[in-house]
Structures are given as C-alpha cells and as structure tokens.
C-alpha cells in the first residue's frame, strides 16, 4: 500500500501507458514522414534524410566533380549524409525525447 493514498489504481496505470505508447508510435510515425537536410563543401553537396534516418536523396553540384580527385566527392558525400543524419537524430530528440521520459526511459526503445 501506498501511505496516504491508497492503492494505485491499475486500470488507469495501463490507459496511461497504452497512451504513452500510442503518442511514441504517431511520433515515430511522423518522424519517417519528415525530411531534413545536411549540406558539405558550401552546399556542393545535399543530401535529405527522413527524421528517423532513411536517405532519401543526394544532390551533387557539378562544380564538385572533378575525375582527378573523387576523393574529395566521396569526403563531401560521407560529411553531407553525416550532417543530414544529425539533424535527423536532433528531431528525433526533440519529438521522442519527451515521451522516453515519460516512459522512464525504458529498454528496447531508440533514443
């Protein structure tokens, strides 16, 4: 028993997590509906991600091909994708942030 109060009421324990649950999936679910960018070299290259990860597509500038060195495209391809999937990572928090700890930060969930 809990002092004072009373026993915790159960049913309204699980409604409050089923809510929980609920509100993680249509957070989730318009987090795979959401794009965000992340740009290299000045804007050279592009590339878009959707907020729980997934590329999505890539924009090269011309001006970034040079045949001599793709050295130089691979590094602002590797750092636009990196960008992009930082912002993603960064709305992720923002919209699941939240709900985690109202969950208590529980096992299992990816954040």
């Known amino acids: 028993m809990i002092p004072g109060g009373g026993?915790?009421?159960m049913q309204q324990l699980l409604q409050q997590a089923q809510k929980m649950q609920q509100d993680l999936a249509e957070a989730?679910?318009?987090?795979?509906?959401?794009?965000?960018e992340g740009q290299a070299g000045?804007?050279?290259?592009?590339?878009?991600?959707t907020g729980s990860g997934e590329?999505?597509?890539l924009v090269?500038?011309?001006?970034?091909?040079?045949?001599?060195d793709t050295e130089t495209?691979?590094?602002?391809?590797?750092?636009?994708v990196q960008a992009a999937t930082e912002n993603a990572q960064t709305l992720q928090q923002e919209?699941?942030?939240?709900?985690?700890q109202g969950l208590g930060g529980m096992?299992?969930?990816p954040f």
């Open 7 to 9: 026993q915790p009421n």
């Open 28 to 36: 989730q679910e318009e987090l795979a509906g959401t794009e965000v």
């Open 42 to 49: 000045g804007g050279l290259v592009k590339a878009t991600v």
């Open 55 to 57: 590329l999505r597509a």
């Open 60 to 68: 090269i500038d011309p001006a970034a091909v040079d045949p001599e």
């Open 73 to 80: 495209l691979a590094d602002l391809v590797v750092a636009a």
């Open 95 to 100: 919209k699941l942030g939240p709900l985690a």
């Open 107 to 109: 096992p299992g969930l």
